[in-house]
């Protein structure tokens, strides 16, 4: 069964400065979809960035990008410049096939 | 375009009685799951829909759990009789397939909290 691994339960970051979270991921599955989510303290799920398993490139979407390594199955999210309002869970999330899986999350705090 | 749409958004309710929460998706969306998330938790897949067929269930306790999804829109999730450990956030997604594809991104409902004393 498909598994993923988010080994940071919380993180601090400096605001304006970048930070990694880490996702790893075990799939026998060939194509897969990776996602990240951000969940505010307001509960809603928020999606920041997607990235195929074939994609030869890594995924950016404004100061969310996605550092891809096939090989090593890892999907590690960096935040650049963060600021105040990044403060949030973070959820790494695989979708080998039919379903939709999520990793158990990272809170970041960004510190003025 | 509306998004998910969820209610109630807070219920509190005693154990072994039942609740009922509803989900209605973005419109088009042939996909619908339901997930569970205990606090401090990712969210867990209890029941995904295609259309209104059942693709995954293996999660859901079917003891006590039930979801419909009538006509391939609305949804109906049920616990009946409630346990303490079945209070959480329900969460009402929805996408527009379930492939690997970008397509494939979940929308999500603002959710459902069940307190169960």
């Known amino acids: 069964a498909q598994k993923i691994t988010q080994t940071q339960p919380g993180m601090f970051v400096q605001e304006k400065e970048a930070v990694t979270l880490d996702c790893t991921y075990d799939t026998s599955d060939q194509s897969y979809g990776l996602f990240w989510y951000k969940q505010p303290s307001s509960g809603e799920m928020i999606f920041l960035i997607y990235q195929g398993s074939y994609d030869e490139q890594n995924a950016t979407e404004g100061r969310y990008s996605l550092n891809f390594q096939k090989a090593r199955k890892s999907a590690n999210l960096v935040i650049s410049a963060s600021q105040l309002g990044d403060s949030a869970m973070y959820f790494c999330a695989m979708r080998p096939n039919n379903d939709m899986r999520f990793g158990a999350g990272t809170r970041l705090t960004v510190k003025p | 375009e509306a998004g998910v749409a969820q209610s109630p958004r807070y219920k509190i309710i005693e154990k072994r009685q039942s609740v009922a929460f509803w989900c209605n998706p973005i419109s088009g969306h042939a996909t619908l799951y339901w997930y569970q998330q205990i606090l401090g938790q990712g969210p867990k897949l209890l029941i995904q829909?295609?259309?209104?067929?059942?693709?995954?269930d293996s999660q859901l306790p079917k003891d006590r759990f039930s979801a419909e999804r009538l006509k391939g829109v609305d949804s109906t999730l049920k616990i009946q009789p409630a346990k303490l450990e079945d209070s959480a956030v329900y969460l009402c997604?929805?996408?527009?397939?379930?492939?690997?594809?970008?397509?494939?991104?979940?929308?999500f409902g603002e959710g459902s909290r069940l307190t169960v004393l």
């Open positions: 829909f295609q259309n209104n067929g059942v693709v995954d």
């Open positions: 997604a929805s996408s527009l397939d379930y492939g690997t594809g970008r397509t494939g991104e979940l929308f």
